[in-house]
């Protein structure tokens, strides 16, 4: 055994340190790098959630209160909710980009499409179907209100990484 360790010792007698001095700083700097990014995704998350939140907050999670003009309040939102989606998008894993990206689009197209008529006809027909059958689920999903939950639910899902 004596005869191993003197082998080992002879050699890293022999070896110059520089290398292991140069591994020894690339792992701390990977290290380092690695806390970095961490503390940079969480910010995006933060960031993103904060901004739905407080962009949001008349309409998501409660309905507190529609604003009139609905189509020109979300659309003026969507620059600075663009801006922290492009940021989050970059800490995603790759096989949830896809995913981020279509539900993205999906609360786009919603937010431009969206008009307070479409909103006013929605509260029309469900205030004047009196059955609660089956025709309340087809309500329900054809609701202005809860499409917009919907979409904002799908992508606060993306933060939970």
Known sequence: MN???DQISGYFET???WPFVLFGFLGLVAVFVEILNRKRRADAIDNFRYTI???L???YPQHKR???N???YLCSRLPGMQQNFEVLR???PQDRLLSYNTDWNNYCDF???ITDEKIAAAEQSSASDPSEGTKQSTHKESDPKEVFHKLVADLLKHTHI
């Open 70 to 72: 609905i189509n020109i």
């Open 111 to 113: 937010c431009r499409n």
């Open 53 to 55: 939140e407080t962009e």
């Open 3 to 5: 005869e191993i360790i």
């Open 57 to 59: 907050a008349d309409m």
């Open 15 to 17: 070896v110059p340190l």
């Open 90 to 92: 970059v800490f995603l």
């Open 66 to 68: 529609w604003p009139k």
